[in-house]
């Protein structure tokens, strides 16, 4: 399923998570009791000069090996600190450890790319180095194999399987992990939702009940962040469900990855344009979207055509 109806998410925003489809440093493993990745040898070997932000001078002798992946604060920011499970906004720069070579980077003109900080299928050396960071530092992370490209290397980028990569990455921004605020009452008649541990959702249609003909937008958390409006770029969790059965289609949560989408009409559905503009960051927004609004006649995977829809999507925040 797809959310947009060409859709993809932002290229320079997304584009970094898919490679594994494939000054002073820092020794403490703490910062204000939090647990962090520890440093060591290799990560307090890597130098990078100019300014956070922007794309740095990187230097370290070829050859670096670990077998552990350790990370060193090359500068250190004033922002807030990131946790587990927390998305976060980043530049970065990526070093095959063996040969010293640039393997790729991000387009530090652009927005950068994100992933969520802790433990991580994909690029979990870094997403590790991500937690009990601060927005503002900078930060060089020493990969073993495993944790870089689970011990497949990365053809394209011509590292082997046996490689450390190198990652220098400047974290730009951070997000919480779910929606908070203030608690609202449910709607009657209405979708009802039951939250996990980690927040995401599990929704149950009510029996019986004939699937309205106009978007219905409701908030279930409200947040206390600044109003969205249409054409701002978002951070979301979602969860789809199907109104006829209830059948969840779609989940960014079972993903493990956020959604980067812009409040925009042949961006997004028009029944997530509509429904979440006006809503404020932290929110959480129940929206049952009549086909007119969601994909019309056009089934899409895991929707079949004029399907009414039921999402709930926690507003992280705004990217830009």
């Given amino acids: 399923m797809k959310l947009t109806k060409a859709l993809a998410v932002a290229a320079a925003v997304g584009a970094l998570v898919s ?43 070829k050859g670096l090996s670990t077998k552990t992946s350790e990370k060193t604060t090359l500068v250190k920011g004033k922002g807030k600190l990131i946790t587990k499970g927390e998305p976060v906004i980043f530049q970065v720069s990526l070093y095959d450890g063996k040969t010293g070579k640039k393997a790729t980077a991000t387009d530090y003109t652009g927005s950068g790319t994100y992933l969520v900080a802790g433990p ?10 991500l937690t009990c960071s601060h927005v503002g530092d900078r930060i060089a992370v020493a990969g073993s194999a495993k944790d870089s490209t689970n011990g497949k290397g990365i053809s394209s980028y011509k590292i082997g399987a046996t490689d450390s990569v190198v ?17 609202e009452k449910p709607v009657a008649g209405q979708p009802t939702v039951k939250l996990g541990k980690n927040g995401a959702p599990t929704i149950t ?9 106009k978007l219905e937008s409701t908030t279930l958390i409200k947040g206390t962040g600044a109003k969205v409006k249409a054409g701002d770029t978002l951070m ?16 960014s949560w079972t993903r493990g990855q956020p959604f980067v989408g812009s ?18 960051a932290g929110s959480q927004v129940l929206l049952v979207v009549p086909p007119a609004e969601g ?23 705004k990217v830009g």
């Fill in 19 to 61: 490679l594994s489809l494939a000054g002073c440093s820092s020794s403490s493993n703490s910062a204000e009791g939090c647990t962090s990745m520890s440093s060591g040898s290799a990560s307090n070997s890597i130098k990078a000069t100019g300014a956070v932000g922007k794309a740095p001078k990187v230097t370290f002798d």
């Fill in 120 to 129: 991580s299928a994909n690029l979990s050396a870094l997403s590790k180095g």
């Fill in 167 to 183: 990652f220098v990455a400047d974290i730009l921004k951070a997000f919480p992990g779910r929606a908070t605020g203030t608690t």
């Fill in 205 to 213: 249609v009510p029996k019986g009940a004939k699937a309205p003909t």
């Fill in 236 to 251: 979301m969790e979602y969860t789809g469900a199907l109104y006829s059965n209830g059948k969840v289609f779609d989940s």
């Fill in 263 to 280: 409040l925009t009409q042949g961006q997004l559905i028009n029944g997530w344009v509509d429904g979440l503009a006006g809503k404020t």
């Fill in 295 to 317: 994909y019309g006649a056009t089934a899409q995977t895991g929707i079949p055509a004029n399907s009414s829809l039921v999402f709930v999507v926690d507003i992280l925040g």
